[in-house]
C-alpha cells in the first residue's frame, strides 16, 4: 500500500520566490499535519487539518505561509517570497482517525520536501 | 508548556553492543510518549509509543523504551545493534490534556561501528 508521498523531493529557490510543496497522505486518513525540521533539530509543528478544514495554523512562522486542503486530501504548504530562513526540510504526516482520537494515532510521515533558499 | 530534551546529539556503539538514548520531557500530568526513527533522505517512522499501563513498551526492529515518571524520562534501548540501526531518533510527547500537536525532541544520531 501506499504511504505518505510528497513533491518535489528537493527545492531550489531564490530569495523572494514562491513555492509550493505537496504532501498526499494515505488514503482515507483524515488528519493530516506540516512540520518544519531545521538542520540538525527535531520536526516542529506548522499546521493540521481535519479533512478539508485547517484546525489549527499556530506553528506557521509568517503570513508568507498558507497550506490549504480543499477536498480533504491532497494538501499543499505554499511559502510567498521565499527567506533564507526558511530553508529546511518540510515534512507531512497524516493519521487515520480526527483531532479526538489523533493525540494518540500513529502519524505517517512522507520522505520531506528539502527547501533551500539561495 | 510541554518540552522534550535529548542530551545526546550523537551516540557511537559497536555493532552487536547494547544501547540507550536518553529523554527527559516537562510536563506536570502523565503524557503521551513516542520514539520515532528517521534514515537519511526518508520520513519519520514510530518505533514504539506509551499512553498508560506497563511501563516496559516493546516496539519494532528490537527497540524497547521503559517509562519512568520519578525521573520523567522515557529512555530506548536495545540489546544489540545492528549496523542498520545508524540513524537518526527523536523522542515526541503530546500532552494528554486536550493537545494533539507533538513535541520533538532535537534528535540523537546514532553511529554504529562494526
Not at chain 1, 19 to 47: M, N
Not at chain 1, 92 to 112: I, K, M, V
Amino acid at each position: 500500500g501506499a504511504g505518505v508521498s510528497q513533491s518535489p523531493r528537493y527545492k531550489v529557490a531564490k530569495r523572494g520566490q514562491d513555492v509550493a510543496l505537496r504532501c498526499d497522505p494515505i488514503s482515507g486518513h483524515v488528519s493530516l499535519f506540516w512540520y518544519q525540521q531545521a538542520l540538525g533539530q527535531g520536526p516542529e509543528f506548522l499546521t493540521y487539518f481535519q479533512n478539508e478544514a485547517q484546525l489549527d495554523k499556530s506553528g506557521l512562522p509568517s503570513d508568507r505561509f498558507f497550506a490549504e486542503r480543499p477536498e480533504g486530501s491532497v494538501s499543499t504548504l505554499k511559502i510567498q517570497r521565499t527567506q533564507q530562513e526558511d530553508s529546511a526540510v518540510y515534512l507531512c504526516a497524516s493519521s487515520e482517525r480526527g483531532l479526538a482520537g489523533s493525540f494518540a494515532d500513529t502519524q505517517y510521515f512522507g520522505p520531506g520536501t528539502r527547501l533551500t533558499v539561495l | 508548556a510541554q518540552s522534550v530534551t535529548q542530551p545526546d546529539i550523537h551516540i557511537t556503539v559497536s555493532e552487536g553492543a547494547s544501547l540507550e538514548l536518553r529523554c527527559n520531557y516537562s510536563y506536570g500530568a502523565t503524557p503521551y510518549l513516542f520514539w520515532y526513527v528517521q534514515s537519511p533522505g526518508q520520513g519519520l517512522q514510530l518505533l514504539l509509543k506509551y499512553f498508560s499501563g506497563d511501563t516496559l513498551v516493546q516496539g519494532i526492529k528490537g527497540f524497547e523504551a521503559e517509562f519512568k515518571r520519578s525521573q520523567s524520562s522515557f529512555n530506548l534501548r536495545k540489546p544489540s545493534v545492528h549496523w542498520s540501526d545508524a540513524a537518526e531518533y527523536f523522542c515526541a510527547v503530546v500532552t494528554s490534556g486536550g493537545s494533539y500537536i507533538p513535541t520533538f525532541g532535537r534528535g540523537t544520531s546514532l553511529i554504529v561501528h562494526p
